[in-house]
């Protein structure tokens, strides 16, 4: 939340443009690293590549800390930073694959299902810090022998480079190289250290690559229609409801951080429903339960939102590019100096003519999406890794994450240009038109979507 006002600070000639940028480089970064590390984990130890992607992180985390420092172009070494954040992130693809390696078919779904509530965790506890780091301030203070400054924006990167420290001392010290088959039976493979003599060899056969592109594709979408309704939260409710910035950034900061523990508990509640339904019956119904959400909060009656008639200037809330709409989640208060427009731009012809989304319709909205994401999400890559079977999965992980990746940069693109220029009925009917396909495509391959042990007949679904 603090990358905004930090670019700001550090570099006057950056815009709205190239925050867009700053904020997009750390997908890329994760786009491109992913395969390269799921190929390094297929080869060698996973230790290495999740030390190495972990130092990586932390190198850029305190260059992060140092970005003030250069006497220009501080804009690109901010750049630079984020994107290397985001290519050291790219060891979730070693992550996911170590633990499809390391789980029967039974434990799977359990197993991935903590670790997607380890990371709506830390969704919600990073805020918090954040918060708490801005009592610290905009100047704190320095450690003038390194140069280093220690205020309300450096602070959670260091706190970062920190625990990424922590990490790599966990996984040298207690990281062991561990894989099963799909019925738990331990495997030989070239990640192991040691090995044993009742190890049993990496069963042969043909995975279904039909699948594995269908997967592929439905975790694109998910995290796409995720990636854009995060990104919509804000600017949508400023313009519907009149809120301020600061309101804007306090309830919807509410909103998403309820979000956060919402999907905890559907982590949990996957884990005991997929033993009786099936990962694919939840696939299913959690993309149903999306389409209703995004259907719920089409536009409709008679009441229309408050208009913004007035001329909006340097305090206005831009409404055109990525990157102007990314600012509303990094806009310090402290920029207001006068009372600032609220409602809906006039700018945008739609404001005009298009109903007001209620507060209870987007709520309940809200609420729709934060149980079909989650569902949708970890049975995503939970049916991967069984389609994918007991080999190494570190390319095929890494592709996943890629796909991931790219649609966290696509998603805000996308809706940015719809809502500016269309309005939300046309952005979410577009969405809804999305998930109905993807529900289809779904359909079409439902009956291949299944463990690679109980199409080759080893074991039954």
């Not at 956060?260 to 993309?287: C, N, T």
């Not at 008679?302 to 008639?309: A, E, H």
Request: charged share 15%.
């Amino acid at each position: 939340m603090s990358i905004w006002p930090y670019l700001q600070k550090i570099d006057q000639t950056a815009d709205a443009s190239f925050l867009g940028w700053v904020i997009a480089s750390f997908s890329l970064g994760q786009m491109v690293a992913s395969p390269v590390f799921g190929v390094w984990s297929n080869y060698r130890p996973r230790k290495e590549p999740l030390t190495v992607s972990i130092f990586i992180s932390v190198a850029a985390n305190c260059l992060y800390a140092y970005v003030h420092v250069p006497a220009s172009h501080n804009k690109y070494y901010m750049l630079v930073a984020r994107g290397l954040v985001g290519f050291g992130a790219g060891n979730v693809a070693v992550v996911r694959s170590y633990i499809a390696g390391a789980t029967s078919l039974q434990e799977r779904t359990s197993s991935m299902a903590n670790t997607s509530a380890c990371q709506a965790l830390g969704f919600i506890l990073g805020p918090v810090f954040q918060t708490c780091f801005a009592l610290i301030g905009e100047q704190g203070v320095t450690w003038e022998t390194l140069r280093l400054q220690i205020n309300m924006y450096t602070a959670p990167v260091l706190l970062g480079a920190f625990l990424g420290v922590l990490n790599i001392l966990l996984i040298l010290s207690m990281l062991r190289e561990h894989r099963v088959d799909d019925s738990g039976r331990q495997c030989k493979t070239i990640n192991f250290e040691e090995g044993s003599t009742d190890e049993v060899q990496v069963p042969q056969g043909n995975i279904d690559q039909v699948a594995v592109v269908t997967t592929n594709v439905m975790f694109f979408v998910v995290l796409f229609i995720f990636a854009l309704f995060e990104t919509i939260v804000t600017p949508l409710t400023m313009d519907m409801y009149a809120w301020t910035r600061e309101q804007a950034v306090l309830y919807d900061g509410i909103i998403l951080a309820a979000l956060g523990v919402e999907a905890i508990i559907v982590f949990m509640g996957v884990k005991i429903l997929s033993k009786k339904i099936g990962e694919r019956a939840i696939l299913l119904g959690g993309l149903i339960i999306v389409w209703v959400g995004f259907f719920i909060l089409l536009p409709w009656g008679n009441q229309f939102p408050k208009i913004q008639w007035e001329d909006l200037h340097n305090n206005s809330i831009p409404n055109t590019t990525f990157g102007e709409i990314i600012i509303t989640f990094w806009r310090s208060p402290r920029e207001d100096h006068s009372e600032e427009p609220t409602g809906c731009p006039n700018e945008q012809a739609w404001c005009l003519y298009t109903p007001m989304i209620h507060l209870a319709q987007f709520l309940t909205s809200a609420v729709l999406v934060g149980i079909g994401y989650p569902s949708c999400n970890v049975m995503s890559y939970t049916l991967y890794s069984k389609i994918l079977g007991p080999k190494p999965q570190g390319v095929y992980m890494g592709w996943l994450t890629a796909s991931g990746s790219a649609a966290r940069i696509l998603g805000p693109v996308f809706i940015s240009q719809m809502y500016t220029s269309w309005g939300p009925r046309w952005a979410f009917s577009l969405v809804c038109g999305i998930v109905v396909l993807t529900i289809t495509l779904l359909g079409v391959v439902y009956r291949r979507l299944v463990a690679f042990s109980v199409r080759q007949g080893r074991s039954q679904e």
